[in-house]
C-alpha cells in the first residue's frame, strides 16, 4: 500500500506550479477539489485524511464522490467533471511515478466526463445595467471604489480573476486610457477604456489608500479584493438597482454575468463575433458561438431572409347541422349493428 499524502503534495506543490506551470487559480482549483474528496472518503474508509492510501481511491469510491457532489452537494454536472478533471490530472501524473497503480490510474481516467446542459447565457439589458452602474454612492469611498469596479468589469468584459487580481502597474497612471490584462491561459491583451469608465478609475485612484497591496481594488483593510468579496459587492448593488429596474430582481446577476453583458453589447453593437472573441480574449471562436444563439439579430435576419411557403388560399364552411345530425345518427345506428 502507497501513502497518498507524500504524492498528492508533489503534484501541488511541484507537478503543477513549476512543471506545468499552472496558474494559482488553477492550483487552489485543484486543491479544493481533493480537499472534498479526502472528506468524502475519510468518512467512508472511516480513518483520517492523512491516513489515506492511493489504492482506496478506486473507481467505485470516486464514483461515489462525484455522486456526492451533485446530489449531496447540490453541484451542477459541470461542477462534477471540474472534480473529476482534478482527479484525471493526479493519476495521470501518478503513471509515471507508480507503475504499480497503472492500472487503476487507467480505470479512473476511463470514468466518463457526463454532457451538461447548454443553456443561453443571461445578461442585463442596457437600462439594467445602467441602473446597476448607478447605484453606489460616489459621496462614499466605497462607492467610488464600487463604481469604478462594476464599470471596469462591464467595459472591459473582464473574469472575475482578472478584474481582482488587475495591479496598479497594469493601468496607466496618466490617462488611464487602457488596461493590461493577462487572462486565462496566460494570454494577455490591452483594452482601451471608455472615457467614462477612465473617469470612475481615476476617481477611484484619486482616494485610493496609498499603503496596501499592489492590487488595484483594496478592501476595507487595504488588502486585496477577494472574489467573494466583490460577490458580495454586487449583489449589495443589483438589490438597489432592482428598486430603480425590477426586471434585475428576476435574473440571477454573478460576476460572469456582466462578461456576458459585456459580450452581448459588443455583438449587438459590432455585429462581428471576433470582435467579440478578442476583446473577451478567447482562445477560439468555438468559445464566443454561445453568444450568437442567444442574439436573436442573426435569426431574425435569417428568418427575414427566407421565402416562407405559401398556402393555398380558402374559406372555412361550417357543416350544415341537418346533415351532421343525420351523419351522427348513421354512425350509431352502424354501432347498433
Not at 76 to 83: C, G, H, K, P, Q
Not at 213 to 219: K, P, T, W, Y
Not at 237 to 243: D, N, Q, S
Request: with cysteine; proline share 6%.
Amino acid at each position: 500500500m502507497t501513502a497518498l499524502a507524500p504524492h498528492l503534495t508533489a503534484f501541488l506543490r511541484e507537478h503543477l506550479p513549476h512543471e506545468r506551470r499552472a496558474s494559482p487559480h488553477t492550483c487552489a482549483a485543484y486543491a479544493y477539489s481533493f480537499q472534498l474528496l479526502l472528506c468524502v472518503a475519510a468518512a467512508r474508509l472511516r480513518t483520517a485524511p492523512s491516513g489515506i492510501e492511493i489504492e482506496q481511491l478506486d473507481p467505485p469510491l470516486i464514483l461515489s464522490f462525484l455522486e456526492h457532489i451533485e446530489e449531496g452537494r447540490g453541484n451542477s454536472a459541470r461542477t462534477r467533471n471540474v472534480r473529476l478533471a482534478a482527479i484525471k490530472a493526479f493519476f495521470r501524473f501518478l503513471e509515471y511515478r507508480l507503475p504499480s497503480c497503472l492500472d487503476q490510474a487507467r480505470r479512473i481516467r476511463a470514468i466518463p466526463m457526463k454532457k451538461v446542459d447548454e443553456a443561453l447565457v443571461s445578461h442585463l439589458s442596457r437600462d439594467e445595467m445602467q441602473a446597476l452602474l448607478d447605484a453606489p454612492d460616489p459621496r462614499r469611498v466605497s462607492g467610488i471604489r464600487d463604481r469604478a469596479m462594476l464599470h471596469l468589469a462591464f467595459a472591459a468584459g473582464l473574469r472575475v480573476s482578472e478584474l481582482v487580481s488587475l495591479r496598479i502597474d497594469q493601468i496607466d497612471r496618466q490617462t488611464v486610457a487602457s488596461i493590461h490584462v493577462m487572462g486565462k491561459g496566460r494570454r494577455e491583451r490591452v483594452l482601451p477604456l471608455w472615457k467614462e469608465t477612465a473617469a470612475a478609475l481615476k476617481a477611484w485612484l484619486a482616494v485610493r489608500p496609498a499603503s496596501g497591496d499592489a492590487e488595484l481594488f483594496l478592501n476595507a483593510t487595504g488588502r486585496a479584493m477577494t472574489r467573494s468579496g466583490f460577490e458580495y459587492i454586487l449583489a449589495k448593488h443589483v438589490a438597489i438597482a432592482a428598486r430603480k429596474q425590477p426586471s434585475i430582481a428576476d435574473k440571477r446577476v454573478t460576476p460572469h454575468v456582466l462578461r456576458h453583458t459585456c459580450a452581448m453589447h459588443t455583438l449587438q453593437a459590432t455585429r462581428d463575433v471576433r470582435k467579440v472573441s478578442l476583446w473577451l480574449g478567447h482562445a477560439s471562436l468555438q468559445s464566443t458561438e454561445i453568444y450568437l444563439r442567444a442574439d436573436p439579430t442573426e435569426k431574425l435576419e435569417a428568418l427575414a431572409a427566407m421565402v416562407p411557403p405559401s398556402l393555398k388560399p380558402g374559406r372555412f364552411r361550417a357543416p350544415d347541422k341537418l346533415l351532421a345530425m343525420l351523419k351522427s345518427v348513421s354512425r350509431s345506428a352502424d354501432y347498433v349493428e
